[in-house]
């Protein structure tokens, strides 16, 4: 993450968690692509086409290759599995994290989701990206679920920040859920942002349906 006020960039390696979430994906079995999740119009299959998509998208954003990958808005049409999405979600993840070893892609400004940003939020939205839906797609599928600290510690850091500089005192991403000051750093990095870090399959869900 980076301090606005400091010009010194601190860059992590995203591969960690890349690799994590790519080995959730991988116990996902087919039967579980109907299931709900905790982001409220996503089933699984819609939770890893939006992974799919976003690891496309901020690969390219590290790289700094902007185009329609970066231009399109998370909240366009329903995200989708495509063909060979085993193959291609877990590799589009390296590429990801190996964009991101680069120093220049958290230097300068670039672009995802259609919102230019700086380079190092950009890393930092990609973390908590990783993350979150890391813990959406765990929980839905049934799957243990332990992020990388680095990746865990920028997310919370960054959702942190949005929520204090939101004007009503809740998250961008859906009203935050309080959690308590003392709880594990997930569950207060799921609860900034919008969901219950208690959800189970089967609970009523509400938040936005992606973290960033």
Do not use: N
Not at 75 to 88: M, T
């Amino acid at each position: 993450m980076t301090d606005t006020t400091d010009t010194t960039i601190t860059t992590f390696d995203l591969g960690p968690q890349a690799r994590i979430l790519a080995g959730l994906a991988e116990g996902v079995r087919d039967e579980q692509l109907a299931d709900r999740t905790p982001c409220p119009r996503y089933a699984v299959r819609h939770l890893l086409g939006h992974l799919t998509g976003l690891a496309v998208a901020f690969r390219d954003a590290g790289r700094k290759d902007l185009g329609a990958t970066t231009d399109t808005s998370p909240d366009g049409a329903l995200p989708d599995l495509g063909p060979g999405w085993r193959e291609k979600l877990p590799r589009v993840l390296d590429e990801l994290a190996d964009a991101w070893r680069d120093p220049d892609a958290w230097t300068g400004m670039t672009r995802a989701g259609g919102v230019d940003l700086p380079g190092a939020v950009a890393g930092a939205v990609a973390a908590d990206e990783l993350v979150i839906h890391g813990w959406d797609l765990a929980r839905a599928t049934g799957q243990d679920y332990v992020p990388d600290p680095a990746a865990l510690r920028a997310s919370y850091e960054f959702l942190r920040a949005a929520a204090e500089e939101s004007d009503s005192g809740g998250g961008i991403f859906g009203p935050v859920v309080p959690v308590p000051e003392d709880a594990p750093l997930l569950d207060r990095a799921v609860g900034l942002s919008g969901r219950d870090p208690g959800w189970r399959p089967g609970q009523e869900t509400g938040g936005s349906d992606h973290s960033g």
